[in-house]
């Protein structure tokens, strides 16, 4: 009896402990003080960029999809808090990510939401794999700083979590 109380004992720590870094990482498969994963960014025009072509900028990654409910919620956020405020400061960038989608999908989305930021595909979801696990869902934002390491995280829409980005954001571009 004493064995089974043992083993019993050590799985529910097992499972909780992998609870816990599931909460802690969120889904994602990189943390604050990474170097961010390089890719090819797809801009809806055609034109293509790597994100190294980024360092010496604040960047920020939003990835997002036409479908998630929260992404919209949280997208004219970005858009007038975030967007509006810094999209002339020559030192900042901000990119959505739309997961496994086309252009035409894209366009309909950034209209109907009234985004201006730019929005890029992710036709195949290998961009977000690089940051999450290939089912961890959207809405994330990853702030990178000017040396390319990652400096915040975010997972779905929180009001504290988006005010923390944002004064974020305002400490690395001072």
């Known amino acids: 009896m004493r064995r089974i109380l043992i083993l019993f004992t050590m799985t529910l720590f097992v499972f909780s402990t992998q609870a816990q870094s599931e909460k802690e990482n969120r889904g994602y498969v990189v943390k604050v003080g990474d170097k961010a994963p390089n890719f090819t960014i797809k801009y809806i025009d055609g034109k293509t960029a790597q994100l190294s072509d980024l360092k010496g900028k604040i960047v920020m990654l939003q990835f997002t999809a036409s479908w998630c409910g929260v992404c919209r919620r949280e997208m004219p956020f970005i858009e007038s808090d975030i967007w509006q405020k810094h999209k ?70 929180d009001e504290t979590e988006f005010e923390n980005l944002k004064q974020n954001i305002e400490k690395l571009l001072k």
Not at 134 to 140: I, K, N
């Open 88 to 157: 002339s400061n020559k030192d900042f960038v901000l990119i959505g990510i739309d997961l496994k989608e086309n252009i035409e999908t894209i366009k309909k989305f950034t209209k109907t939401t009234g985004i201006t930021y730019p929005v890029v595909l992710d036709e195949d979801g290998k961009i977000f794999e690089l940051y999450a696990e290939e089912d961890a869902g959207v809405t994330r934002n990853v702030l990178i700083n000017k040396e390319g390491k990652i400096v915040f995280l975010t997972r779905l829409y």
